[in-house]
């Protein structure tokens, strides 16, 4: 009864997406592995049950976020030693240290968490990169904390239990200004002698040899000297900048030995391009030589990593953030193989692909269909994000704009007297800017109206611009872009797209890309210069396009367009055509969520949202054709939620079309209007 309980409650703790583990007694597949206090016979038996993870590939551990990875051999099985990156993490707020260990480089068992911030009665927050080493029969973790201290916790294994080996830390820069601004990331390197180094620092790469016992100092902290090819110091980077690179010093130190040579390993800084670089030596206080990169950039804001020799064979180990999909603060451990030219420098590694989790996610489903009446026409929806808001224009008889709680979807007010058909928010100005004749710009806080801006032609689509803090109001007769500052409210130029705009966005860095319904094709703007660089064809692919969504991480466009009924997926580099996917009928709008790799068309023809799954950059396929309503055309994503929200109503029969007219639009039955909510 105890193992199934056990068994219970490391499933809640773990949160796999799959069973990963035989149970010991049933001999079916069951979730392991438990690592808290108490319930002795329990701990035993979660012992026992650890979760050994097959894993064909990177990342080597997809149930949680590992980072920051020390690999160490013991007893001939491999260790991880990584920080602990939180499933929702908005910074590097970790608060425990993970272990992971393999005997075969395949099979990864998660030995779970060895120690965390409350085994530190003095430490507060911040459980960074750790790094552990062997000696005196027992095993020592090497931990900072705070960002201004680093502490030792002992143990008589690899896997812990651990505890605080001094009550206090080993070093504080406090107490020890010497040791610099941040002393973090700490690496040990235990020589032939028997001499123990410890190695830590960001911006400036620090070094002090320890005492036998590892829980004293044993000398002065000394800089670490490195030096270029041509042997000329290295400058030290000033505070809050990058170092030079390549060969500039960042974080991460890292040391091993071979071949008598010592390799100094660290991170050259935060650059797009920085990447694990390595210096050589004679002597573990240095200097060191800068000789080249350990490794090509790994896909993370952050670049650590640590040098191993397991079975034979080298390895690099790294972290990407390819599993949340470019989050810096989630995220995941992977490594290579290693190798060594004859004069031994290091080959540089290139980072393999990694294989991500398999989909288990449930399908998506229409929610929620939350009938909220009143009269009137509508356009577009917008979802504020940020200011938890859901912003509705509706027409005549009475313009207004609705706004409603993003989170509850509760009336939250009214903006009256305004005629608009979209919205859009600076977060930051807390200024929102309605699609109406003249524009209306108001405080988002209050809702309080600041202003009207005027304009000409007919205002249809908008786009805020974070780039430059610019509202882009669209009209399909010129002047088809407006271009107003968000701050001020001033109307800052004018621009011609050739033809009449539909949906726009943002590559957040300068350009913008618009659909041109007309034309069949995407204008790409100078959002600088307020001048069109480019028309990318559709090329038949599709034609009136009404939607467009962006992929910025790789950056992609995904058109939705109406005829054919076709989301055309092309590069925002050069309009290359990827892909064309058929979709629902009647789009007019297009969402992406970076989260989940998925684009979306809502279809209010036949009432579907057709969700289209990004692979890879070169691999789309059509998930899911989602059942919403008729009617059902604009769509907005809460990307904190993802959920996907859907405006509509109910329609009696269209009247007789007027005379040379060949349709007529139906009627909106009373109170019909509904906000939809899709999600899994």
Known sequence: MLCLQARRRCSRLFDRQEPVCFD?????????????????????????????????????ATHIFTADPEARVFNNRLYVYTSHDLPNATYWDMVDWRLLSTTDMVHWQDDGAVFSLKGFRWATKWAWAPDCVSANGKYYLFLPVDRTKIGVAIGSSPTGPFKDAIGMPLLDNKTMPEAGKEP???????????????????????????APSLTE?????????????????IPVAAPDTNPVLPEGYGEAPFIFKR????????????????????????????????????????????????????????????????????????????FDELTFASDGTINTVTPSSPAKAPAVAAPYALAAATRVGGSGGFDYVYADVAGRRLYIPRTAPAPRITVFNLDTLAPAGTIAGVNARGVAVDPLSHHGFAS?????????????????????????????????????????????????????????????????????????????????????????????????TAQFSLAGKGGGPAGLSYDARNRILFATCRDPATMVILSADDGKILTALPIGRGTDGALFNRASMEAFSSNGADGTLTVIKENSPTDFVVEQSVATMPGARTSTLDARTNRILLITAKFGPAPAPAPNEKWSRPPMLPDSFTILTVQR
């Open 217 to 233: 100092l044993a000398g002065p902290i000394e800089t670490v000297q490195l030096l270029d090819p041509q042997g000329k110091p």
């Open 436 to 532: 109406s004749k003249p524009v209306a710009m108001w405080n988002t806080d209050t809702l309080a109206m600041i202003k009207t801006i005027d304009v000409e032609g007919g205002p249809d689509g908008i786009l805020f611009d974070p780039f430059n803090a610019r509202v882009w109001v669209f009209s399909h007769r010129a002047p088809n872009a407006t271009v107003i500052d968000a701050k001020s409210g001033s109307v800052v130029g004018t621009i011609d797209l050739g033809g009449a705009p539909e949906q726009a966005v943002t590559d957040g860095n300068g350009r913008i890309y618009v659909d041109i319904e007309d034309k069949d094709r995407i204008a790409v703007v100078d959002t600088t210069k307020l001048t069109v």
């Open 24 to 60: 010991l007694f049933m001999g079916t597949r069951s979730i392991g592995g438990m690592h808290t206090r108490g319930f002795a016979l329990c701990l035993v038996c979660c012992a026992l049950l650890a979760p050994i993870v097959p894993i064909r590939g990177n990342p080597i």
């Open 184 to 210: 973090i990331d700490p690496a040990v390197l235990v020589d032939d002698d028997g001499q123990s180094y410890l190695y830590f620092g960001c911006r400036n790469a620090k070094v002090v040899k320890l």
């Open 259 to 334: 071949a008598g040579k010592y390799y100094f390993v660290y991170s050259n800084g935060w650059a797009p391009e920085s990447t694990q670089v390595y210096a050589t030596g004679n002597s573990p206080m240095g200097p060191f030589t800068y000789a080249g990169k350990v490794m090509e950039h790994a896909d993370s804001v952050t670049q650590h990593g640590s040098v191993v020799e397991f079975r034979g064979k080298w390895y690099v180990f790294y972290h990407t953030s390819e599993l949340s999909n470019g989050n810096a603060f989630r995220r995941s451990v992977c």
